[in-house]
């Protein structure tokens, strides 16, 4: 199974691994950068969370090969807090997320993932969770459909999108990934289509509501921080635009003094900075890297440390 694990160099470098930590990869997915972690760790512990339960079959076989050092959870990462604590496990040495879908996962046509392969609208992570992008596409109201494609999609021809799913609506329910694409395509007209392939960008928003994604990363992201021992490393590999914002955003606020006590002689303990930004800027994939992988192009990872 081909899957390529971006930025990961960058990543496992930038966690800075010791050899005896405890370390999480918040997103297993096909075990790329776990394997990695595992390679450098010689007492230490490993734990990953994937809400894909075929990912997890398959990325234990892989693991095992370097021995019985991890546990894996199939649970979302938002639970990160919580499925540590039942292992009192209290604080790590370092946390990776790679939001990005996994290669499989696009290629494997059933899943509904990709725009350009036959599938009922599916879209979940987690296939034992009951809502889909069948029933977003499906049940959500004009005004639902409008604030996901302006917001997560950023496309400039929503409101025709979603007009003509609506109209689509009238006569049939919306069964597959290519209805979808014609709908689309018929929506903007061909010449729009083929110069700027709406398509990508409202499959991925589809994506992103159907797993909750933005919403779990600001829910995570405090948790994951407040977990790691002082000198622990955070490395987040974002792959949109609002995804890199909030990570952004986040880091920001907790790097800085409380803007309520700038300017006090004495910062209380609580108002202090509870981390400092390793990268100023997000590092980004490598002209080869994209060559060999073009889904690594819109990768940006950021990496602070604990403090």
Known sequence: MKHYSVLLKESIDGLAVKEDGIYIDATLGYAGHSKELLKLLKTGYLYAFDADLEAIQYSKKELETYGNRFLIFHSNFVHMKTCLLEKNILEVDGILFDLGVSSPQIDEAERGFSFMKEAKLDMRMDREQDFSAYDVINTYSKEDLLSLFYTYAEEARSKYIVSSILKYRESKRIETTTELVSIIKQAVGANYF??????????????????????????????????LKRGGRLCVITFHSLEDRIVKRIFKRLSEVDPMVQGLPE?????????????????????SEILENSRSKSAKLRIIERV
């Open 194 to 227: 083929h110069l700027k392939h709406p398509e990508r960008e409202i499959f991925q928003a589809i994506r992103m509501e159907v797993n909750h994604e933005l919403r779990v990363l600001e829910r995570v992201l405090p948790d994951a921080i407040s977990l």
């Open 267 to 287: 910062i209380p303990e609580e108002y202090r900075p509870k981390i400092k930004l390793i990268t100023k800027k997000p590092i980004l994939a490598s002209e």
